[in-house]
Nanobody, 123 residues
Framework: QLQASGGGLVQAGDSLRLSCSSSGRTFSTYNLGWFRQVPGKGREFVAAISWGGGSTYYADSVKGRFTISRNNAKNTVYLQMNLLKPEDTAVYYC??????????????????WGRGTQVTVSS
């Protein structure tokens, strides 16, 4: 029900904007998050945004470089990624938390997941 897009191959220092939207269920009252995963490792929290958009949270590794935002009218969440680094290379997933948990960093709090989009940053 969620579909992420916008990934690609870029060079270090470049920017990308990921989008995640749903054509079915409405997620306007859900907290939304972005996670990423590299082969052989678990999913890593990247960023989250409250259902109303008033609160945002970031992993220390992306703070100051990434910005999460949402447009509830379009049922879409975005992840603007600037100053990309090779270590940002991963498959990025969006997720929705039906119960708006405060433990936004935990993948287990999210009930709906989209298909990932690959981001590759070359040095």
């Amino acid at each position: 029900q969620l579909q992420a897009s916008g990934g690609g191959l870029v060079q270090a220092g470049d920017s990308l904007r990921l989008s995640c939207s749903s054509s079915g269920r409405t997620f306007s009252t859900y907290n939304l998050g972005w996670f990423r995963q590299v082969p052989g490792k678990g999913r890593e929290f990247v960023a989250a945004i409250s259902w109303g958009g008033g609160s945002t949270y970031y992993a220390d590794s992306v703070k100051g470089r990434f910005t999460i935002s949402r447009n509830n009218a379009k049922n879409t969440v975005y992840l603007q990624m600037n100053l990309l680094k090779p270590e940002d290379t991963a498959v990025y997933y969006c997720a929705a938390d039906r119960y708006n948990s405060r433990t936004y960093e935990s993948e287990y709090e999210y009930d709906y997941w989209g298909r990932g989009t690959q981001v590759t940053v070359s040095s």
